[in-house]
């Protein structure tokens, strides 16, 4: 009988923990690239022994180098802007930007705290009618203190998801006709490209005419300039999803469509078994650039029509002409741009969630 070597038999524990840990690494890579953090995976399979001198190249490479360009930007910043004067001073620097940063975060939460002992009154008040025998007498009444910049980067982000919403309702059933539908495809194809290259400053002035005249209630479940902005968000950003899904649903494998004919497939059967599945890459591909595209149409939006969210408070800021006013309109420019980026991100994670890919 032969014996067997105890060292062997631990070798290949060994040996199988770490093949299974770096598959584990692998599934874990999908998701730290949608997720913008490619660079954590060079640094586990470092840590777990892969080649680790190899590996610190893919991190230089990674996290290094936009590290080191992000450095190179501000330096350069920090270096130019005291050279640039304006009617409010020297162009602010990345740490006069900072300041203000930190500064915004401290008034929203002074914000947060008067609101909530308004709110305390209101009750502690509405509690005494109530002891009193008069409730009849008891409303809420709402806080009229100035927004801080907190909710208005909130309410940016609801109306520009509601536009996207309804875009999105709108954009892929038209799309899916589109796409099965030659018939469908030439009546919308002079619609989209009429309509899509209109600016969202054209639309404003007639989305406010028109929500102004049928939503003439004052105490509805939306405000008047929340659905001005999402209705325009809605406009810009629904095309990218329709060209999109057309194209998606008319570039299915004809063998497919075939198949589903032999099968006598209903139309209903037909859509959410075999076009949706199908056609969902390039969906998506057309969502995230709705998305984009509604974000960046939003703030122009909010900005014209002085309506509430970050570009109003840009808007604010300018005519304000205040020392502080330009690294504050600088704060609301890298938030507007870290949100866009952060839009993007979900979307790519929904996509990777809903979607097959080679790397899954």
């Not at 659905?227 to 299915?252: E, F, K, Q, R």
């Not at 507007?336 to 993007?344: H, P, T, V």
């Amino acid at each position: 009988m032969t014996a067997v070597d105890p060292n062997s038999i631990e070798t290949e524990d060994r040996e199988a923990r770490r093949a299974r840990r770096f598959t584990r690494i692998n599934k874990a890579d999908v998701w730290f690239r949608v997720l913008g953090l490619s660079w954590v995976t060079p640094v586990l399979k470092a840590a777990a022994g892969d080649n680790p001198r190899g590996q610190m190249g893919e991190i230089w490479r990674l996290l290094g180098v936009p590290l080191l360009a992000i450095a190179g930007f501000l330096a350069l910043w920090a270096a130019l802007a005291p050279t640039v004067q304006t009617s409010l001073g020297a162009v602010p620097g990345p740490g006069d930007v900072w300041q203000e940063a930190v500064g915004l975060h401290e008034d929203a939460v002074r914000t947060g705290e008067r609101r909530a002992q308004f709110q305390e009154m209101v009750d502690v008040r509405n509690q005494r009618l109530i002891d009193a025998g008069r409730a009849d007498e008891v409303k809420d009444v709402a806080f009229t203190g100035a927004p801080s910049y907190y909710q208005q980067i909130f309410t940016s982000i609801e109306t520009v998801f509601f536009g996207f919403l309804i875009a999105t309702v709108v954009a892929v059933p038209l799309g899916i006709m589109a796409g099965l539908s030659p018939t469908a495809n030439a009546a919308l194809n002079p619609i989209i490209q009429i309509f899509k290259p209109v600016s969202p400053l054209a639309w404003l002035p007639i989305v406010t005419m028109i929500v102004s005249a049928v939503y003439v209630t004052n105490d509805g479940l939306f405000e008047k300039s929340f659905l001005v902005s999402a209705i325009t968000v809605t406009l810009c950003s629904l095309w990218p999803t329709l060209i999109n899904t057309a194209l998606g649903v008319a570039s299915i494998d004809k063998d497919l469509v075939n198949v589903s004919k032999v099968l006598k497939m209903g139309t209903w059967t037909k859509i959410t078994k075999l076009v949706l599945p199908s056609a969902l890459p390039l969906i998506f591909t057309g969502l995230r650039l709705s998305l984009g595209v509604g974000w960046m149409v939003l703030i122009a939006a909010e900005m014209l029509a002085q309506n509430p969210g970050l570009g109003k408070f840009v808007w604010d800021e300018f005519q304000n002409g205040s020392s502080s006013s330009l690294a504050r309109i600088m704060v609301a420019v890298f938030t507007i741009g870290i949100i866009g980026f952060l839009l993007d991100r979900l979307m790519y994670a929904i996509q990777a969630a809903f979607t097959f890919s080679n790397n899954r």
